[in-house]
Structure formats: structure tokens, C-alpha cells
């Protein structure tokens, strides 16, 4: 099943294709960044040097934390499922060890 981002407005406001999540989490990767809203699919802006730069300092803190306190994982724009129509791909998402042995391609609850 192949989707192509449409440019109309939705009915609730946003620019995007109508799906569930499990269409959503089964589409091929791509380099385009996108998240899935309402059952919509969105497209996020690309993030600014210095938002990187903080994103980066977030996860070397969070790794060296983690080697002397090994109470998890912390992983960087990974697909997270919060529910049937909602899937963001946050900066920076920590999971604990219970949480990352239940964790496969993408994250399917709340981290």
C-alpha cells in the first residue's frame, strides 16, 4: 500500500493523509520527517543547529548517567505509538529496562 502526503487541509486543520497507526508505523522509512496526529499525518520542520547541539548535550548527559546507574536506555527520534491515532518521534526518549526489553522496531506505549 503506497501513501503520498496530500496537500489539502483536513477537516480538523491539518495537512496530511488520514490513517491509523498500524498503517502509519508500517510505512518504509524515509529522510522526510513526519508524525502522525489525530490520525493525520503531519510534516515536521527540519531543527535548527543549536536545537541539535541540545539535543545532543540531552543524550551524552543521559548516557553518561546511565553507564554509572544502568536503569535504562535513552534513544533519539524514535517512532513512539501513544495511542491508535497519535505517533510522535520525540528528540529524546528514555526507556527503562523494563520498558526496553518490551521494545522492538518502535516504542508502542507511553515510555
Known amino acids: ?6 496537500d489539502k487541509r483536513t477537516d480538523d486543520g491539518y495537512l496530511g493523509l488520514r490513517m491509523t497507526a498500524d498503517e502509519y508505523t508500517a510505512l518504509p522509512e524515509c529522510s522526510a520527517h513526519y508524525e502522525l496526529l489525530d490520525g493525520v499525518v503531519i ?3 527540519g ?10 548535550e540531552i543524550l551524552c548527559q543521559f548516557r553518561a548517567f546511565l553507564e554509572i546507574h544502568p536503569i535504562g536506555q535513552v534513544v533519539h527520534q524514535v517512532d513512539v505509538q501513544l495511542t491508535d491515532n497519535i505517533v510522535y518521534c520525540p528528540d529524546v526518549v528514555f526507556l527503562s529496562n523494563e520498558k526496553a ?6 516504542v508502542n506505549d507511553i515510555p
Open 43 to 45: 510534516g515536521r520542520p
Open 47 to 56: 531543527r535548527s543547529v543549536q536545537h541539535q547541539q541540545t539535543v545532543i
Open 1 to 6: 500500500m503506497a501513501y503520498d502526503i496530500l
Open 101 to 106: 526489553a518490551r521494545v522492538t522496531d518502535r
